[in-house]
């Protein structure tokens, strides 16, 4: 998008969520994201969230029309590098924070899974202490790390049944809301439209996730580089 296109108040889209211009500047906007629990938090200035700044690199990634990304995502659901990497998310969030680990080598682009509670790999797949190096091994992140826990619900639910969020709400207010949530949808036969939207939501963090780490996705790349150079089961 051209900065002109930006307009305080309305709304346009990256391939990591909604988002809200709320201030224009001479070569820079400011906007929130709408991510939020609470729609509150969008009422402002002053926000209650943080305003992030966007350059004129980053206005080339904007759009005011959603579907613009598509083909983006089809080429990540496609993507068997991003596959492997989503593979050991799913496998790091399918129990609570921390007993399920994942260790991604830059170098090699191996993946090293840890359980606590049961046996994941043979011996040769477990990565040796001494072998640890925090500038080449990177922990796989949790869901909540990539925005992807409650706020992904909600703005499933804002997008698809508005109707519906203070029920959602209370869902969330109790213990094991997932699997009400899930009987919920599978009521409103959107089950399957959910798990549509969450994999496609995760491809598109994890994604930026390997941006920021420098992990280098495409065909025929290498996993990682210095800053120097130019691997499911749902519950």
Same mark, same amino acid.
């Given at each position: 998008?051209?900065? @002109?296109?930006?307009?305080?108040?309305? $709304?346009?889209?990256?391939?990591?969520?909604?988002? /809200?211009?709320? $201030?224009?500047?001479? /070569?820079?906007?400011?906007?929130?994201? !709408?991510?939020?629990? +609470?729609?509150? +938090? =969008?009422?402002?200035?002053? =926000?209650s969230i943080v305003e992030y700044v966007f350059d004129e690199y980053d206005l080339d990634g904007c @759009? %005011? $029309?959603e579907t613009e990304f598509e083909d983006n995502i089809e080429e990540l659901i496609k993507n068997k590098k991003l596959g492997e990497i989503q593979d050991a998310f799913i496998f790091v969030n399918v129990t609570s924070y921390g007993e399920n680990t994942a260790l991604f080598d830059k170098k090699t682009g191996k993946i090293y899974l840890h359980s606590d509670y049961c046996d994941t790999d043979e011996e040769e797949d477990q990565l040796a202490d001494e072998d640890y190096d925090a500038e080449i091994h990177i922990e796989i992140p949790n869901k909540n790390d990539l925005d992807l826990g409650q706020n992904l619900v909600f703005e499933f639910v804002e997008k698809f049944r508005p109707e519906d969020e203070k029920k959602i709400g209370q869902i969330f207010s109790k213990r094991g809301a997932y @699997? /009400? =949530?899930?009987?919920? !949808?599978? @009521?409103?036969? %959107? !089950?399957?439209k959910w798990y549509d939207f969450e994999n496609k939501k995760e491809l598109i963090a994890l994604s930026e996730w390997c941006k920021e780490n420098e992990i280098d996705i495409t065909v025929g790349g290498a996993y990682g580089r210095d800053r120097n150079e130019t691997k499911r089961n749902r519950g």
């Amino acid at each position: 998008m051209k900065k @002109s296109e930006f307009k305080i108040g309305e $709304d346009f889209y990256i391939e990591v969520g909604k988002w /809200r211009c709320t $201030d224009i500047g001479t /070569r820079t906007i400011a906007a929130i994201q !709408l991510n939020q629990d +609470n729609p509150q +938090n =969008y009422n402002g200035p002053p =926000y209650s969230i943080v305003e992030y700044v966007f350059d004129e690199y980053d206005l080339d990634g904007c @759009s %005011l $029309d959603e579907t613009e990304f598509e083909d983006n995502i089809e080429e990540l659901i496609k993507n068997k590098k991003l596959g492997e990497i989503q593979d050991a998310f799913i496998f790091v969030n399918v129990t609570s924070y921390g007993e399920n680990t994942a260790l991604f080598d830059k170098k090699t682009g191996k993946i090293y899974l840890h359980s606590d509670y049961c046996d994941t790999d043979e011996e040769e797949d477990q990565l040796a202490d001494e072998d640890y190096d925090a500038e080449i091994h990177i922990e796989i992140p949790n869901k909540n790390d990539l925005d992807l826990g409650q706020n992904l619900v909600f703005e499933f639910v804002e997008k698809f049944r508005p109707e519906d969020e203070k029920k959602i709400g209370q869902i969330f207010s109790k213990r094991g809301a997932y @699997s /009400r =949530y899930k009987d919920y !949808l599978a @009521s409103k036969d %959107l !089950l399957d439209k959910w798990y549509d939207f969450e994999n496609k939501k995760e491809l598109i963090a994890l994604s930026e996730w390997c941006k920021e780490n420098e992990i280098d996705i495409t065909v025929g790349g290498a996993y990682g580089r210095d800053r120097n150079e130019t691997k499911r089961n749902r519950g």
